[in-house]
T-cell receptor, first 115, second 115 residues
């Protein structure tokens, strides 16, 4: 079974530029999460989708970050314009739905460096 | 308010000894799941063990066990017979089933296994 796919793995941009990350979850997983992980810290939830609807985006800096999940499958996360403090690993994860949903399955992450 | 607290930023353990990593959580949901993930320096998130809020027995997976004390809201991870390859960041996480399957992580504990 294919895992969660993310791209690109690495991206270096200058501040005020834009960047987009792509995620394809495990087939059949209705719930998709984007996390930001700053070096040495725990993952911080940015946005959670169930199918193609947003469940929680309370911690998404909406003035610069946007995310969509068209057709309830793959998802893109965009940052425009980027700031220095956006340097982090962006993790995509997916899971089944419900009380017995089990664990989150993570992609390898997209490492962003903003200069 | 912090939903997941891990009070040990770093821990050292001698190879072959057991170690306990602490985790306390805060929720008003009656149905939730508790998870531990390992993140080695390579960055991948590895699922270790799961405990459901209604499970009466403590979860075990090989050398990993979860000491679940529901009244104290604690879910400590016990690693028996530590190995050098156990050196990594360890994250405690919680899924709240009645809050949109919200999935939050703690700040992590860095474990170093000494030869």
């Amino acid at each position: 079974e294919a895992g969660v796919a993310q791209s690109p793995r690495y991206k270096i941009i200058e501040k005020r530029q834009s960047v987009a990350f792509w995620c394809n979850p495990i087939s059949g997983h209705a719930t998709l999460y984007w996390y930001q992980q700053i070096l040495g810290q725990g993952p911080k939830l940015l946005i959670q989708f169930q199918n193609n609807g947003v469940v929680d985006d309370s911690q998404l800096p909406k003035d610069r970050f946007s995310a969509e999940r068209l057709k309830g499958v793959d998802s893109t996360l965009k940052i425009q314009p980027a700031k220095l403090e956006d340097s982090a690993v962006y993790l995509c994860a997916s899971s089944l739905v419900g009380r017995n949903a089990g664990e989150l399955f993570f992609g390898e992450g997209s490492r962003l460096t903003v200069l | 308010a912090q939903k997941i607290t891990q009070t040990q930023p770093g821990m050292f353990v001698q190879e072959k000894e057991a170690v306990t990593l602490d985790c306390t959580y805060d929720t008003s949901d009656q149905s939730y799941g508790l998870f531990w993930y390992k993140q080695p320096s390579s960055g991948e998130m590895i699922f270790l063990i799961y405990q459901g809020s209604y499970d009466e027995q403590n979860a075990t997976e090989g050398r990993y066990s979860l000491n679940f004390q529901k009244a104290r809201k604690s879910a400590n991870l016990v690693i028996s017979a530590s190995q050098l390859g156990d050196s990594a960041m360890y994250f405690c996480a919680m899924r709240e089933d009645n809050y949109g399957q919200n999935f939050v992580f703690g700040p992590g504990t860095r474990l170093s296994v000494l030869p």
